[in-house]
T-cell receptor, first 115, second 113 residues
Framework: GAGVSQSPRYKVAKRGQDVALRCDPISGHVSLFWYQQALGQGPEFLTYFQNEAQLDKSGLPSDRFFAERPEGSVSTLKIQRTQQEDSAVYLC?????????????FGQGTRLTVV | AQSVAQPEDQVNVAEGNPLTVKCTYSVSGNPYLFWYVQYPNRGLQFLLKYITGDNLVKGSYGFEAEFNKSQTSFHLKKPSALVSDSALYFCAVRDIDYNKLIFGAGTRLAVHP
C-alpha cells in the first residue's frame, strides 16, 4: 500500500484479556518502530526492528508486551493480560533505512481502551 | 541522554499571521531533528527534518524550521498561518546511540479566522 497500515483502528479489551495489534509497513522499508501515545502526551518508543531482527526493545513497559516481525514485513504487537494503564494509542512507523538518513512514516494508530 | 522540549502547550495565532512553534533539544554529538504534525484521529505526518547542511530547512505545507546550534533550538515557522494548520505539532530528535526518535510533549496550534 501507499502508507503504513494498522489494524484494528479501535480495540476495546476487558482487563485481563490478550490483544494483538497489526502493522503493515510501507513495502521495502527495513526499519519498523512501535510507539505508545498516551492521551495528551508525545509518542513514547516501545521497540525497533531492522528487517526481522528486534534490535531494541528497551521501551516495552513490561514482560506482558511482546512484538514480532517474523518475515521482515508485517509486525504484531501483543499485550497479554491487559491492564487499564495500557489504554493508549499504539503507533507503528516504518523507514526505508535507518533514521540517520531517512524519516519515519507513521500509521494512523490503534486506539486501545481497556475496561 | 537525548531530549527535546516544547515549552508551549498551545500557540494561538490569527489566520494570515506568521506562526512559530518552539523546540529546544539536548543531544551529545550532531543532532538529527524532525517535526511531525498530528491531525485529529490521524497518525503523525512528517513535515521536515534537519540532518546537516543549511540551517533553514523547508518542508511540507509551507512550513520551515530554523536550526540554531548556539541556542540548541529548532523552531518551526510559517510566514502566513491557515486555519487548516490547526493541529498538534511534535518535535523529535534521533537518539544518537539507538535508531529511534525521542518526541517532545507536543504543542497544540490553534489558528483563528
Amino acid at each position: 500500500g501507499a502508507g503504513v497500515s494498522q489494524s484494528p483502528r479501535y480495540k476495546v479489551a476487558k482487563r485481563g484479556q490478550d490483544v494483538a495489534l497489526r502493522c503493515d509497513p510501507i513495502s521495502g522499508h527495513v526499519s519498523l518502530f512501535w510507539y505508545q501515545q498516551a492521551l495528551g502526551q508525545g509518542p513514547e518508543f516501545l521497540t525497533y526492528f531492522q528487517n526481522e531482527a528486534q534490535l531494541d526493545k528497551s521501551g516495552l513497559p513490561s514482560d506482558r508486551f511482546f512484538a514480532e516481525r517474523p518475515e521482515g514485513s508485517v509486525s504484531t504487537l501483543k499485550i497479554q493480560r491487559t491492564q487499564q494503564e495500557d489504554s493508549a494509542v499504539y503507533l507503528c512507523a516504518s523507514s526505508l533505512e535507518g533514521l540517520q538518513t531517512r524519516e519515519a512514516f507513521f500509521g494512523q494508530g490503534t486506539r486501545l481502551t481497556v475496561v | 541522554a537525548q531530549s527535546v522540549a516544547q515549552p508551549e502547550d498551545q500557540v494561538n495565532v490569527a489566520e494570515g499571521n506568521p506562526l512559530t512553534v518552539k523546540c529546544t533539544y539536548s543531544v551529545s554529538g550532531n543532532p538529527y531533528l524532525f517535526w511531525y504534525v498530528q491531525y485529529p484521529n490521524r497518525g503523525l505526518q512528517f513535515l521536515l527534518k534537519y540532518i546537516t547542511g543549511d540551517n533553514l530547512v523547508k518542508g511540507s505545507y509551507g512550513f520551515e524550521a530554523e536550526f540554531n546550534k548556539s541556542q540548541t533550538s529548532f523552531h518551526l515557522k510559517k510566514p502566513s498561518a491557515l486555519v487548516s494548520d490547526s493541529a498538534l505539532y511534535f518535535c523529535a530528535v534521533r537518539d544518537i546511540d539507538y535508531n529511534k526518535l525521542i518526541f517532545g510533549a507536543g504543542t497544540r496550534l490553534a489558528v483563528h479566522p
